[in-house]
């Protein structure tokens, strides 16, 4: 299990301090606003009502109160006209409360609203920029620390902000309303009714920043309770589990992670909340400090009895509009900061996808490395050294090695899922790197060892090779009978639209073999690509299965680049040309014959694996 350590980013960091309050306040004003204007303004008009009509409350409670003294020594004559007075009065508050509960309402109403669009927003945004990151990204674990820390937290918080600007604001023109009124009583008690909230804000600051630190520690934890949940829950994963005996021990190393988290949680709750209780306190003695004040100025009738509840009013609800307005501007501070790993994210850089080129200078040249080496993000030792490889147009070529010796790196490579670090791959005599992302994509089709099994249609997960043609069933089809999936396809009731695995109702479970079918015919979907890369595509085949597919392969690649990698050297003689890899460097290369006659590596491992078979 990973120990808790600091991320290497320091930008959330730069968000500490109190100017971090407001870093990314316009942002998430700004992600609200072009989610939806109307809700927006709407949000903006309820808060204003919300806002203001306290304050007309209590000065109508005042004016009921005067008015009821009034009446009490008023003379018969007057008195009935000074209770209507009073009655309408009352009427009066009861129709501005009911104003402040529909503004509440409609408050809620647009936050809930918002909240489920914004929420879909920036999901679709963390998505739409994991579409356009490196495969370097996706394996880098601080960069995957971030991701999940973004996905986690980060799609809640922009409204989580704006509602607290907003509440801020309504709190603010109350505090506004009242203090006007209360400065008639005395400016002193203004300046009292927003000192008192202070210390407790303060605490709450503090622990808002060591919670988000925890949160920023935490990520390989959380990261690694995830992965275990996926391997206890998935259907991919129970068979292993089960026989091994897996799911207790898995299942007590979650909970250690639980138990930590949660102590730590505990010791901040629990601090965070002891001192909220006691610098609270002191807003509760101030308020009632104000109180025996309030009431010794009615006592010495310095202020009517009306005034007296008013004030009093006042000063309560200004008091829980001034806590209100800290406890915002604290949750504003802790919102930036989460905030600031969702914009840390978004604004990773991406390199490559720059090149242009859709053709290159020399279309007979095809395939070339020249001195390519790589070293993977983070590695001490290179993968691949020094290597030089040239494949025309119409070749096929097989890379042969033991496990671990560079041979899908070099397809990385080739792919462009990786840079060289020194050394250049042309095609075409274009520098890899020059080329135009969806052209290169055009020309090359390839299956990893290590594929992607969608559950989806049967269909689809051949339609899946090209993205053009995701749903057309006569192209899956043709991809079908060249990639062999076409048997398979017929002992199916449902055909091509049959769904697979198991995570859907009526899912239907392939068998390794079969998947490989599947995924074979997958690279054949790329009708335009001219270079076809298979990474181990029948290890799980059956031998005859296996003949078959290299007939076809050689058939249906005739005059294109073929490049295979395999294990099985009864497939890997065909090639034109067979490279042998060891420790990232070529050590053999020629046709089949060449490398027997030469008596080296090649010859050793096929002379090894045809005893096998004899
Ligand atoms: N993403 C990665 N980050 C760091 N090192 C990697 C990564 N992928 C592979 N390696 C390392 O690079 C070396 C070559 O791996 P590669 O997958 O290219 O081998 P291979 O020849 O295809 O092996 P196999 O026959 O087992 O498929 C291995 O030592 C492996 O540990």
Known sequence: MSSLRRPTNTKPELARGFAGVFAYSTRALELVWTTSRPLTIAFGLMTLIAGALPAAVAYVGALIVDAVVAAIQATPSTREALTQHALWLVAGEGALVAAIAGAQRGLNLCQSLLRAQLGQRVNVMILEKALTLELSHFENSDFYDKLTRARREASSRPLSLVTRTFGLAQNAISLLSFGSLLLHFSPWAVALLILAGLPAFLAETKFSGDKFRLFLWRSPETRMQLYLETVLAREDHAKEVKLFGLGPLFLDRYRKIFNKLYHEDRNLTIRRD?????????????????????????????????????????????????????????????????????????????NGGKGVAVHGPKPEDGIRFEKVSFTYPGAEQPTLIDIDLHIRPGES???????????????????????????????DGQDLQEWDEAALRDRIGVIFQDFTRYQL?????????????????????????????????????????????????????????????????????????????????????DASAEATVFEHFRTLTRGRIAILISHRFSTVRMADQIVVIENGRIIERGGHDELMQLNGHYSHLFSLQAKGYR
């Open 274 to 350: 002891t001192w909220g209780f006691f610098l609270g306190l002191i807003a509760t003695v101030t308020l009632y400090g104000a109180y025996a004040w309030i009431a010794l100025s009615a006592i010495a009738t310095r202020i009517t009895l009306g005034q007296m509840t008013m004030y009093l009013m006042l000063f309560r609800q200004g008091q829980a509009a001034v806590s209100a307005i800290l406890s915002a501007v604290g949750g504003m501070y802790e919102d930036n900061l989460y905030l600031s790993t969702l914009y840390d994210y978004l604004e990773t850089p991406v």
């Open 397 to 427: 070529l097989a890379l042969v090695g033991e496990n671990g010796s560079g041979k899908t790196t070099l397809i990385k490579l080739l792919t462009r899922l990786y840079a060289p670090t020194s050394g250049r791959i042309l095609l």
């Open 457 to 541: 249609l049967l269909g689809e997960n051949i339609g899946a090779g090209d993205v053009r043609h995701f749903e057309d069933e006569e192209r899956w089809r043709d991809a079908g009978e060249k990639g062999m999936a076409a048997p398979i396809v017929e002992t199916l009731p449902a055909g091509y639209r049959t769904p697979l695995g198991k995570w859907f109702n009526d899912g239907r479970e392939l068998s390794g073999g079969q998947w490989q079918k599947i995924a074979l015919s997958r690279a054949f979907m790329r009708s335009r690509a001219d270079i076809l890369v298979l990474d181990e595509p029948t290890s799980a085949m």
